[in-house]
T-cell receptor, first 114, second 110 residues
Framework: KNEVEQSPQNLTAQEGEFITINCSYS?????LHWLQQHPGGGIVSLFM???GKKKHGRLIATINIQEKHSSLHITASHPRDSAVYIC????????????????FGKGTKLSVKP | DSGVTQTPKHLITATGQRVTLRCSPR?????VYWYQQSLDQGLQFLIQ???????AKGNILERFSAQQFPDLHSELNLSSLELGDSALYFC?????????FGPGTRLTVL
């Protein structure tokens, strides 16, 4: 079982739709990151959060520490939002030698059609 | 542009060979992290350096090693390469908790 699970794995949406990507984790964390990876491979950090909610433009990220769950929402989706969205957690415990370092989900591949 | 640079962008080599990947962190960042992204495993943490010292080790093979130099750039050395080492290798840098990723080096082992 992966320590960080994302759903769905693949998501196709029409331009303008509201999109939600979910992330559940099973370890204690100090922070959760949402990353965006474009088809060319580059990774951009979208959010880092440890509680509550953050908003940046059309992107909103929420986290519920008690439920060990986070969501990434995209409002008014656009074809340029097409990318892989990766959830990563910074664990408190020494997991595979990566104490305090990031444990990644497998990613959600989003395709937004015009 | 994250401010983190990686060279080379692409590398094609043969099994058994040795390669060196280079990373220059953002100005002022003291930590450098190395990650491997393969099709079947996703992103995995390899190793972290902080101000020249190894800080944490993840799933890094014994055939792989890294170092961070006094000017804070870092190199990841991969030796006795196998087909399964083909992957994207990212470095990231940070001053605090937020990490900034480089564009990656795509390694293909034939």
């Amino acid at each position: 079982k992966n320590e960080v699970e994302q759903s769905p794995q693949n998501l196709t949406a029409q331009e303008g739709e509201f999109i939600t990507i979910n992330c559940s984790y099973s370890v204690g964390i100090s922070a959760l990151h949402w990353l965006q990876q474009h088809p060319g491979g580059g990774i951009v950090s979208l959010f880092m959060l440890s509680s509550g909610k953050k908003k940046h433009g059309r992107l909103i990220a929420t986290i519920n520490i008690q439920e060990k769950h986070s969501s990434l929402h995209i409002t008014a989706s656009h074809p340029r939002d097409s990318a892989v969205y990766i959830c990563a957690v910074r664990s408190w415990v020494n997991y595979g030698g990566s104490q305090g370092n990031l444990i990644f989900g497998k990613g959600t591949k989003l395709s937004v059609k015009p | 542009d994250s401010g983190v640079t990686q060279t080379p962008k692409h590398l094609i080599t043969a099994t058994g060979q040795r390669v060196t990947l280079r990373c220059s962190p953002r100005s002022g960042d003291l930590s450098v992290y190395w990650y491997q992204q393969s099709l079947d495993q996703g992103l995995q943490f390899l190793i972290q350096y902080y101000n020249g010292e190894e800080r944490a080790k993840g799933n890094i093979l014994e055939r792989f090693s890294a170092q961070q130099f006094p000017d804070l750039h870092s190199e990841l050395n991969l030796s006795s390469l196998e087909l399964g080492d083909s992957a994207l290798y990212f470095c990231a840098s940070s001053l605090g908790n937020e990490q900034f990723f480089g564009p990656g080096t795509r390694l293909t082992v034939l």
